[in-house]
C-alpha cells in the first residue's frame, strides 16, 4: 500500500491532460476516447451486469493462481466480495468500452476473466468481436460462464487453466487487444509480454491493469516501456498502455483520466 501511495503522489505531479499532450495521435485518443464524456446506452447496461454481481450471495472456492488479493486470502469468498474487491471498476469499464469502440477492436485477448465485467464491457462495445478469455479459477470460471450465457454474450471463448499454458497454445496469430488482468507478479507479467510480442500488429493495443500494484509490478511496467517494439505508452495509473505504431517516435506519456 505505500509502494502505491508514493507513487501515485509521483503520478499526480508529473501526469497531464490533452494540453500536455503533443502526439496528434495521442491527443486525439485522449480528447475522442479517454475525455469522451457521451452517455453511451450500453453505460446502462454495464452497471446493471456490475449490480447484479454485487447483490449475489453465492459463494465460490477460490484457486489463485496469481498474486493474490490486497483484501482478502480467503479460500471461499462471496461473489458480492469478488465483485467489489477485485472486480473492474465500472469507470474503468467504461473506459474499456470506449477504447473498444473507438479503436474497432475485432481480435480481443484477456488474461484474467474473473467475473467477466471487463469482458461484457469489451463485447457491448463491438458485439461481433472474437474475445477470448482465460481464467485460473475453475469455479469462477464455471460461474462466469453460466453468467455469459444468461446475459447472452456471444462470440465469448472462456477458457479455464493457468496462464503460462494457456498461452502458448491459442490459436489467434494477432490480437487487436491484449488485456494483461491476472497474474499481478513481475516475473510472469513479463513472461507473457515477451509469449504474446508475436501476435501484435502495427495497430495493436497492450494493456496492463494495476501496474503499480506493488514495486516488483511497477518494474515489470519499467522493463515494457523500454521494449525497442514499443513506440508509444501511456501511463493511467491503474492501467499501463502500449502502442506498437511504427510510424510514432517513441514517447512515454502520463495522462489523468
Not at 503522489?9 to 475525455?35: M, R
Not at 499501463?240 to 510514432?248: A, D, I
Request: proline share 2%.
Amino acid at each position: 500500500m505505500k509502494h502505491q501511495i508514493s507513487s501515485y503522489i509521483k503520478f499526480l505531479l508529473k501526469s497531464t491532460n490533452q494540453h500536455g499532450v503533443h502526439s496528434p495521435f495521442v491527443y486525439h485518443l485522449v480528447t475522442k476516447c479517454f475525455y469522451d464524456h457521451s452517455k453511451y446506452d450500453a453505460y446502462k447496461s454495464i452497471s446493471a451486469y456490475k449490480t447484479h454481481l454485487l447483490q449475489n450471495k453465492s459463494k465460490i472456492k477460490i484457486t489463485d493462481l496469481g498474486a493474490g488479493s490486497q483484501v482478502s486470502n480467503q479460500k471461499e469468498r462471496l461473489v458480492s466480495e469478488i465483485a467489489q474487491n477485485a472486480g473492474t471498476t465500472n469507470k474503468r469499464a467504461k473506459l474499456l468500452y470506449r477504447l473498444t469502440s473507438y479503436s474497432k477492436f475485432e481480435n480481443i485477448l484477456e488474461l484474467g476473466t474473473s467475473l467477466g465485467i471487463a469482458t461484457q464491457a469489451m463485447h457491448l462495445a463491438n458485439t461481433n468481436a472474437k474475445i477470448t478469455t482465460i481464467e485460473g479459477c475453475p469455479n469462477i470460471s464455471e460461474f462466469t460462464k453460466a453468467n455469459f450465457e444468461k446475459h447472452q454474450l456471444k462470440n465469448v471463448d472462456l477458457i479455464t487453466g493457468n496462464f503460462n499454458t494457456e498461452v502458448n497454445d491459442l490459436s489467434s496469430p494477432t490480437y487487436d487487444l491484449i488485456f494483461f488482468d491476472g497474474n499481478h507478479q513481475k516475473e510472469a507479467t513479463l513472461n507473457y509480454f515477451e509469449t504474446l510480442l508475436q501476435t501484435a500488429h502495427n495497430n495493436s493495443i497492450f494493456i496492463f491493469d494495476d501496474i503499480y500494484w506493488s514495486k516488483p509490478m511497477t518494474e515489470a511496467w519499467e522493463t515494457i516501456k523500454q521494449h525497442p517494439k514499443i513506440t508509444v505508452t501511456i501511463d493511467t495509473f491503474f492501467w499501463g498502455l502500449v502502442f506498437f505504431r511504427k510510424e510514432q517516435v517513441k514517447e512515454h506519456f502520463v495522462v489523468r483520466v
